[in-house]
């Protein structure tokens, strides 16, 4: 069993900058795959970046390849995701999410095990 937490989210210009963290409860968070996802209003989740268990693999979608950086801290049972050059398109809910061995390569939300609350970002234009 995993408890994910995120923070960091909040109300930032375009062209800004924003740092998530997810802290996960339980000794074996190394043994898991890191996602973040995210969902607007009236849409559907998608997948926005994942990492593997050393964090020396990475999967981005598309929309956010180049200005999102993805990473962990094993050490502290932190997943990060460092958000630059932030559009108004970005705005949304922002969640954590936890998969077992080899989940990094997959973007599905039902592929991942366990889920964070979510924190919110809005950029304004």
């Known amino acids: 069993q995993v408890q994910l937490v995120e923070s960091g989210g909040g109300l930032v210009q375009a062209g800004g900058s924003l740092r998530l963290s997810c802290e996960a409860s339980g000794r074996t968070f190394s043994s898991y795959s890191m996602a973040w996802f995210r969902q607007a209003p009236g849409k559907e989740r998608e997948f926005v970046a994942a990492i593997n268990w050393s964090g020396d693999s990475t999967n981005y979608a598309d929309s956010v390849k180049g200005r999102f950086t993805i990473s962990r801290d094993n050490a502290k049972n932190t997943v990060y995701l460092q958000m630059n050059i932030l559009k108004p398109a970005d705005t949304a809910v922002y969640y954590c999410?936890?998969?077992?061995?080899?989940?990094?390569?997959?973007?599905?939300?039902?592929?991942?095990?366990?889920w964070g609350q979510g924190t919110q970002v809005t950029v304004s234009s």
């Open positions: 999410a936890a998969g077992y061995s080899g989940t990094w390569r997959y973007t599905r939300p039902n592929e991942y095990n366990y």
